[in-house]
């Protein structure tokens, strides 16, 4: 607990979420896997890892994507599908054999995203990004702007 003195008086508050709160556009996007962690699932037939993601590069530069990953459910189907997915992130971020998601962690790939709508608590509606499939980095090409290293050829001599 922190001791402070505030009023709301005087102020205004923030209203509706900032449009840079919502979710991406559909896409692909160079993101950079941050944090993650296992959770519970809400109806308490399983659990999943999340990562999130956090985009690098552009106009969307520092959002972040949340990436749900089915990792223990009653339903052995959903199971199946999650364990593709997982099987298909580990190759692409070139781990594939960890006994941590924190190994993750730093790990690069092209995220492909989608929008879906959601009904919210209060009825209305919402809107969030869902992470459809990921690409490897190494057959992207670097953003506009980024040096490119090039080893010394024999006709590059340094000096």
Avoid: C
């Avoid at 962690?37 to 037939?45: E, H, L, M, Q």
């Avoid at 959002?63 to 692409?92: F, Q, S």
């Avoid at 070139?94 to 993750?104: C, F, N, Q, S, Y």
């Avoid at 009825?123 to 290293?149: F, H, I, M, Q, R």
Wanted: overall charge negative; charged content about 30%.
């Amino acid at each position: 607990m922190a001791r402070m003195s505030f009023s709301a008086s005087g102020h205004t508050d923030s209203g509706d979420a900032p449009e840079e709160w919502g979710p991406l556009p559909e896409g692909e996007y160079r993101a950079r896997i941050t944090e993650s962690d296992v959770k519970p699932n809400s109806k308490g037939t399983g659990s999943y890892v999340e990562f999130v993601w956090t985009v690098e590069g552009g106009e969307h530069d520092g959002k972040r994507i949340w990436d749900r990953i089915t990792h223990e459910h009653t339903n052995p189907m959903a199971v199946d599908i999650g364990l593709k997915k997982l099987v298909t992130l580990a190759r692409v971020v070139g781990v594939p054999k960890w006994e941590d998601t924190m190994e993750l962690h730093g790990k690069q790939a092209l995220v492909s995203v989608t929008v879906r709508s959601y009904t919210r608590r209060d009825g209305s509606e919402g809107w969030s990004n869902d992470v459809k499939g990921y690409k490897s980095l190494a057959s992207t090409p670097p953003p506009e702007g980024t040096p490119v290293e090039r080893p010394f050829g024999d006709d590059d001599i340094p000096f």
